[in-house]
């Protein structure tokens, strides 16, 4: 018996990195895992590492579009039969700049995704299903999003952001039995994050007094935590996930 055994999790920007780890979490606890990127060779990649279409579904699409939203609602439904747990994983950070230096189109579309979207997301699995089964929310949020971090300014707004989104979600949805949460991330090693370590991983490491960066399955077991049973009083928390990164004081 797993925890995830007969439930079944829609992951937005499921196709590698966080994303994928928490889907391959999942599905080796015995869940479905309905995974949505924009790249539908990345995505065909997942669903076979994640055992085929037996326990993965993909969906592609941008994650701030209503219409990849509805179709992946609808066939997740028509295939699983249900949406037990929602992450939002999907973010975007196109500058590494002081905030004063970005423009406003830039800022727009760095909210839409990492914000709007993601309320979105919930919005549309309430109606289809949670309001009246309940459910989990996971959202991807960062340690940006709790302290300042030179070149992320904009994109720890975002994220700060969506930590406030999850307090009030998971206040607003807990009498349909839905919990809702958020992990925040230091530096993990994916791709999204590689700029940030690129050709000095070691140095990088220095700020973690565990001596190390993240990797995506520090992170994806993090969020099936959140996402199950295990976790049945725990909503509207922020789970930080640093290798003791904020022990040090100060922005460095």
């Known amino acids: 018996m797993g925890r995830f055994d007969g439930k079944v999790a829609v992951i937005t920007g499921g196709s590698r990195g966080i994303g994928l780890a928490a889907a ?13 990127a924009r790249n539908p060779e990345s995505l065909e990649k997942a669903v076979a590492d994640l055992g085929g279409d037996t326990y993965a579904l993909a969906v592609a699409g941008k994650t701030q ?13 028509d295939t699983f039969g249900r949406i037990d747990v929602v992450v ?26 990492n914000v709007i979207a993601a ?10 299903w949670m309001k009246d089964n309940g459910g989990a929310v996971v959202n991807v949020a960062s340690l940006a999003g709790q302290h300042p971090s030179p070149g992320l300014g904009v994109y ?3 994220k700060a952001a969506l930590i406030n989104l999850t307090q009030q979600l998971a ?8 919990r809702v949460n958020a992990v925040a991330p ?42 199950s049973s295990d976790a049945a009083w725990i909503t509207g928390q922020v789970h930080t996930l640093d290798g003791g990164r904020t022990l040090h004081a100060g922005v460095e």
């Open 24 to 36: 391959q979490r999942i599905v080796s606890e015995g869940g479905k895992a309905v995974i949505t």
């Open 65 to 77: 579009d209503a219409d990849h939203r509805a179709e992946t609602i609808e066939r997740t439904l």
């Open 88 to 113: 939002n994983n999907t973010g975007i950070n196109p500058v590494l700049d002081a905030v004063v230096n970005v423009d406003s189109s830039a800022m727009a579309k760095i909210f839409e995704v």
């Open 119 to 128: 309320a979105q997301w919930v919005s549309a699995a309430h109606a289809a």
């Open 156 to 158: 720890g707004a975002s």
């Open 171 to 178: 206040y607003e949805l807990a009498p349909d039995h839905i």
């Open 186 to 227: 230091g530096v993990v090693k994916t791709q999204f994050a590689e700029a940030l370590y690129a050709d000095r991983e070691d140095e990088a490491a220095k700020a973690y007094p565990v001596g190390r960066l993240g990797v995506p399955e520090d992170i994806g077991a993090a969020i099936a935590y959140l996402a």
